[in-house]
C-alpha cells in the first residue's frame, strides 16, 4: 500500500494537470496530517532532483549548489539534521553522490587530441593512424584522427577514402560522417561522400553503419553497398559492389554483374573510353577479376568473355564489335 501512495504521489508530480488524480491527492493530504507531510518530503525529493545543473560538465555549478545546501552554521546543523527527515537526508545524500561521482568521470575522461588529413596534391595519398590502420585517399579528401591511445575515432568530412582497420576486439572504431556513422572492430571498406549522400563498400569483414536522425543502422558484409541519405535514410541496393575498393587496391573483383556495370567500372578505374555496339550484351552477366592487370590485358579477358571483337578507334575509344 505504501508503494502504491508513492507511485500516485510521483505521478501526480509528473502529471500536475490531472484534476483527478489531484483531487484524490487532496483528499488523501485531508485525512491525516501525516498524510500531508508524506507528501511534502516526497515532493522535497523530488524537486531537489531538478536542482542538478543541467549539463554535468559545469561541475563548478554542481558544488556551488551543493555547498549551498550544505554549508550550514556549525550551531544549526545539529539540529537541522535532527529535525529533517528521513526523505530529505536521503535527498541530500543522493546529490552528494551524484555530483562527486560525475566530478569523479569527468576528470578520468582523458582530452582527445585530433589531427588532420588533407590531400592537396592531385595524386592518391595516404597516412598510417596510431592504431596501426591505414587510410588511402584520394585528391580532395579530408580527414581526422584522434592520436589518442585506445580511442579509434576518424572523422571523414569530404571526398573519398579506403580504410584498412587494424582488429582490436576491446577498443570500437568510429567513423563520423556527415550523415551518420561507421562502427567496426576490424575490416577493410570504402566511403565516398557525395553532394546527396554517403555510400559505403564493403571489401572484407563487417561493417555497421547507422544514421544520424533515426538511429536506424544495417549491418554490412563482403561486397555489401550501404548508402546514407542526407534525409536520414538508409538503403541498401542488390548486387557485390566489391569492385568499388579497386581504385585503392587495384583488385576489380565482379560476381554475377551485367557487363553494363563491369564496363562503366573498368572505364572508371583505368580512364578509358570503353563502348559496347550490341546493346543486348550489356544485359548478360559474367564473373571475372582482374588483379593488378594492366588495360589491354583486361579488355582482351572481357572481349572473349563477350565473345566480342575489340577495336580502338581515332578518339581512342575502345570500341567492343561483332565484326
Known amino acids: 500500500m505504501k508503494n502504491e501512495l508513492h507511485d500516485m504521489i510521483i505521478e501526480h508530480l509528473l502529471h500536475p494537470e490531472n484534476e483527478a488524480l489531484t483531487q484524490s491527492i487532496n483528499q488523501w493530504m485531508a485525512e491525516d496530517a501525516k498524510n500531508k507531510q508524506t507528501y511534502q518530503d516526497i515532493k522535497f525529493l523530488w524537486e531537489s532532483s531538478a536542482d542538478l ?31 529533517g527527515s528521513y526523505w530529505k537526508q536521503i535527498a541530500a545524500a543522493a546529490i552528494l553522490l551524484v555530483v ?19 590531400v592537396n596534391n592531385p595524386v592518391i595519398d595516404s597516412v598510417a593512424l596510431p592504431d596501426g590502420s591505414s587510410v588511402i585517399a584520394r585528391p580532395g579528401t579530408i580527414i581526422a584522427y584522434t592520436t589518442n591511445k585506445g580511442i579509434r575515432k576518424v572523422k571523414l568530412e569530404k571526398g573519398e577514402a579506403f580504410f584498412n582497420v587494424t582488429k582490436d576486439a576491446a577498443h570500437t572504431f568510429t567513423i563520423e560522417l556527415p550523415q551518420g556513422m561507421i562502427t567496426v572492430l576490424g575490416t577493410s571498406f570504402n566511403v565516398k561522400i557525395n553532394s546527396n549522400y554517403t555510400d559505403v563498400a564493403v571489401w572484407d569483414g563487417s561493417v555497421k553503419i547507422s544514421d544520424n536522425n533515426t538511429l536506424q543502422s544495417k549491418i554490412l558484409l563482403p561486397g555489401n553497398l550501404g548508402i546514407l541519405h542526407n534525409d536520414g535514410s538508409l538503403s541498401q541496393p542488390a548486387g557485390n559492389y566489391a569492385y568499388r575498393c579497386a581504385w585503392s587496391n587495384h583488385d576489380l573483383v565482379f560476381k554475377d554483374q551485367e557487363i553494363s556495370q563491369v564496363v562503366d567500372a573498368m572505364a572508371t578505374y583505368y580512364g578509358a573510353k570503353l563502348k559496347v555496339e550490341d546493346q543486348t550484351v550489356l544485359k548478360k552477366k559474367i564473373t571475372v577479376r582482374f588483379n593488378n592487370i594492366p588495360l589491354q590485358d583486361a579488355l582482351l579477358v572481357l572481349s572473349e568473355m563477350m565473345d566480342l571483337k575489340m577495336k580502338k578507334t581515332a578518339d581512342s575509344t575502345y570500341l567492343f564489335t561483332n565484326q
Not at 550550514?72 to 546543523?77: R, V
Not at 582527445?112 to 588533407?118: C, D, L, Q, V
Request: cysteine-free.
Open 53 to 83: 545543473p543541467s549539463s554535468l560538465h559545469d561541475q563548478n555549478n554542481g558544488w556551488q549548489q551543493l555547498a549551498t545546501q550544505l554549508q550550514l552554521p556549525a550551531t544549526e546543523k545539529t539540529k537541522i539534521f535532527r529535525l
Open 100 to 118: 562527486i561521482g560525475s566530478y569523479l568521470w569527468f576528470s578520468h575522461q582523458p582530452t582527445e587530441h585530433w589531427t588532420t588529413f588533407a
